[in-house]
C-alpha cells in the first residue's frame, strides 16, 4: 500500500499530530511513524523515519511537527530529493509547494493552534508544484 502522506512528531508535536490525523481520518491515508506519546524523546528520529518513506515510496508526502519546526527542518533537509519548509500560515505552505515543490510541511507546534494546522495543511495539500522556472532552483539544490 502507498500511503499518501506520512507523519511525525517529536514529544512537543504529538497533540497536533493526534488532531491532524483525527481529522483527516477519513479522507486520507495516514502513515503514522511516531511519536505514539507525550513522553520526551528527539525530533531526528521521527525526521529521519518519515523521509525514509517517502525515498522508499511508500508514501508520497510528508507531515512533521515539533516545537519551532526548526530542528525538524533542519534534519529532513539533509536528503536529496526532500524539501521541508516551515510554514505557519497557508500562504506560506501553498507558496512553499508551488514555488519549491516542498515534499515535507513542517508545523511548529508550539505556534499554530489545531484550527491553523489544518487550514495549513489544506493550503499545502491542494497546491501543486507549479515547476517552470523553479525547476533550474531545484535542480540547484540536488546538485
Same mark, same amino acid.
Given at each position: 500500500?502507498?500511503?499518501?502522506?506520512?507523519?511525525?512528531?517529536?514529544?512537543?508535536?504529538?497533540?497536533?499530530?493526534?488532531? !491532524?490525523?483525527?481529522?483527516?481520518?477519513?479522507?486520507?491515508?495516514? !502513515?503514522?511513524?511516531?511519536?505514539? /506519546?507525550?513522553?520526551?524523546?528527539?525530533?531526528?528520529?521521527?525526521?529521519?523515519?518519515?523521509?525514509?518513506?517517502?525515498? /522508499?515510496?511508500?508514501?508520497?508526502?510528508?507531515?512533521?511537527?515539533?516545537?519551532?519546526? /526548526?530542528?525538524?527542518? $533542519?534534519? +529532513?533537509?539533509?536528503?536529496?530529493?526532500?524539501?521541508?519548509?516551515?510554514?505557519?500560515?497557508?500562504?506560506?505552505?501553498?507558496?512553499?509547494? *508551488?514555488?519549491?515543490?516542498?515534499?515535507? !510541511?513542517? !508545523?511548529?507546534?508550539?505556534?499554530?493552534? @489545531?484550527?491553523?494546522? $489544518? +487550514? $495549513?495543511?489544506? +493550503?499545502?495539500?491542494?497546491?501543486?508544484?507549479?515547476?517552470?522556472?523553479? *525547476?533550474? @532552483?531545484?535542480?540547484?539544490?540536488? /546538485?
Amino acid at each position: 500500500m502507498i500511503y499518501r502522506c506520512a507523519i511525525g512528531a517529536d514529544h512537543r508535536g504529538y497533540f497536533l499530530k493526534k488532531a !491532524l490525523i483525527e481529522h483527516y481520518h477519513s479522507e486520507e491515508k495516514w !502513515l503514522d511513524v511516531g511519536t505514539h /506519546s507525550s513522553e520526551r524523546t528527539d525530533y531526528p528520529l521521527f525526521a529521519h523515519a518519515v523521509v525514509e518513506q517517502i525515498l /522508499s515510496g511508500a508514501a508520497h508526502t510528508g507531515i512533521l511537527l515539533c516545537g519551532t519546526g /526548526s530542528g525538524m527542518a $533542519i534534519a +529532513a533537509n539533509r536528503y536529496k530529493k526532500i524539501y521541508a519548509a516551515v510554514a505557519w500560515n497557508p500562504e506560506i505552505a501553498r507558496r512553499a509547494r *508551488e514555488e519549491d515543490n516542498c515534499t515535507v !510541511l513542517i !508545523l511548529p507546534a508550539d505556534y499554530v493552534a @489545531r484550527d491553523e494546522a $489544518i +487550514a $495549513i495543511v489544506d +493550503a499545502w495539500q491542494n497546491a501543486e508544484y507549479k515547476a517552470g522556472r523553479y *525547476e533550474n @532552483r531545484i535542480a540547484l539544490l540536488d /546538485s
